[in-house]
């Protein structure tokens, strides 16, 4: 993937946003993500409309604790997405994609400590995975995990009386995952208030 980049931009072709998402994924799982840091930076603003790849770069921002650019990198990210969600609703693979973005995004917000973004991308995530999604769509046991992702944000930020008062899902089945946090966020706020 080295030989492949640089032969790319010797060649005069630019930065290839193929090579650069496999080299970013390759060199995540390494032990020196920061390695990397320049092809992510030449993925930032590369093709500006494909959300996953305005996202890609913070793979190894997250590894290198680049939280800004984390909250950043997949704000854009979701803004790409957004111009896809409107234009082909939810119910396709691509909203797998679009789930990772928030949940990226929100990862970083909670490790800079800001609560309002956080919680912020917990509901913009809400507003764009309908249940139907979840229930009938692609992979529907990976989609729904994502939507505990408040719980998580609410423990963090030790908002013991929020966790305590949100309700439980209505099916608890389907929302098998979401459930068990919520249950987990419940114990965690109980311990802290020693109710």
């Not at 290839?16 to 993500?33: C, D, I, K, N």
């Not at 092809?39 to 997250?62: F, K, N, Q, S, Y």
């Not at 909670?110 to 917990?122: H, P, R």
Request: glycine letters at 8%.
């Amino acid at each position: 993937l080295e030989d492949a980049i640089a032969a790319n931009s010797a060649s005069g072709d630019g930065l290839h946003p193929g090579l650069l998402h496999l080299y970013v994924h390759l060199m995540e799982m390494s032990p020196t993500p920061e390695d990397a840091m320049l092809a992510a930076d030449g993925l930032r603003g590369l093709v500006p409309d494909a959300g996953h790849l305005e996202h890609m770069a913070t793979h190894i921002d997250v590894l290198c604790g680049n939280y800004q650019d984390v909250v950043t990198g997949n704000s854009s990210g979701i803004e790409a997405d957004l111009k896809f969600w409107r234009d082909s609703g939810p119910m396709n693979f691509y909203s797998m994609y679009r789930v990772h973005n928030y949940h990226f995004k929100l990862y970083g917000a909670m490790f800079l400590g800001q609560y309002e973004q956080a919680i912020d991308t917990v509901n913009s995530l809400h507003e764009t995975i309908p249940d139907e999604l979840v229930r009938f769509g692609p992979f529907p046991n990976f989609i729904e995990s994502y939507m505990s992702m408040k719980t998580h944000v609410l423990v963090r930020f030790g908002r013991w009386q929020e966790l305590i008062e949100e309700p439980l899902p209505e099916d608890q089945e389907m929302y098998c995952v979401t459930t068990t946090i919520a249950l987990y966020g419940k114990g965690v706020a109980y311990a802290a208030l020693k109710m």
